[in-house]
């Protein structure tokens, strides 16, 4: 392919010989520089399509809040049933695995197209100082698993009232 830039190579792309101006200072390079640095941070961890290699995890949106007395953790699981989940907290880290099984199905006919997602399913998260990990509470509801860590007197704070 040729270069859209006359007096510049591709071999001399960061040099200045022969070059009116350097790469750097050329406006239209900066903004081809960008655009391309935009487009890796988008694209670049996602396999081709088809290709195999679509990590599920991707499909698992996890929210982290914390409210001041407690820290709560959101996961978007839906289709699964409660007793799918193994919910474990390990020194600071909370781990969340569950697994969905392909049901047996009737074949009724030569071509079959799915897009839901089977297999194990796994999060795992560093959880922040002070969370009290022996009153955990864990609830699954409407396709999200809610997982609550009280924060223990001393993470909580405290407010200082400031004098004039």
């Known amino acids: 392919m040729f ?3 006359p007096w510049k190579a591709k071999d001399e792309k960061r040099s200045t010989g022969g070059n009116l101006a350097r790469w750097e200072d050329q406006p239209l390079a900066r903004m081809q520089d960008e655009f391309n640095a935009l487009v890796n941070r988008f694209f670049g961890d996602w396999p081709a399509p088809f ?3 679509w990590d599920a995890n991707r499909f698992w949106g996890l929210d982290v809040d914390d409210t ?3 820290v709560v953790v959101r996961a978007e699981a ?3 049933e409660v007793e799918d989940f193994d919910v474990q907290v390990s020194g600071d880290h909370l781990t969340v695995r569950a697994e969905r099984k392909k049901q047996a199905e009737e074949k009724k006919g030569d071509y079959h197209y799915a897009e839901r997602h089977y297999g194990r399913f796994e999060r795992s998260i560093a959880l ?3 969370v009290d990990t022996d009153h955990v509470e864990a609830k ?3 396709g999200v698993l809610e997982v609550k860590f009280p924060k223990t ?3 909580q ?3 200082i009232e400031v004098k004039a």
């Open 153 to 155: 007197p001393e993470a």
């Open 51 to 53: 290709a195999g290699g």
């Open 68 to 70: 001041g007395t407690e």
């Open 157 to 159: 704070g405290k407010r």
């Open 140 to 142: 699954y509801r409407n």
């Open 128 to 130: 922040p100082l002070g």
């Open 3 to 5: 270069n859209l830039t």
């Open 78 to 80: 839906p289709g699964f």
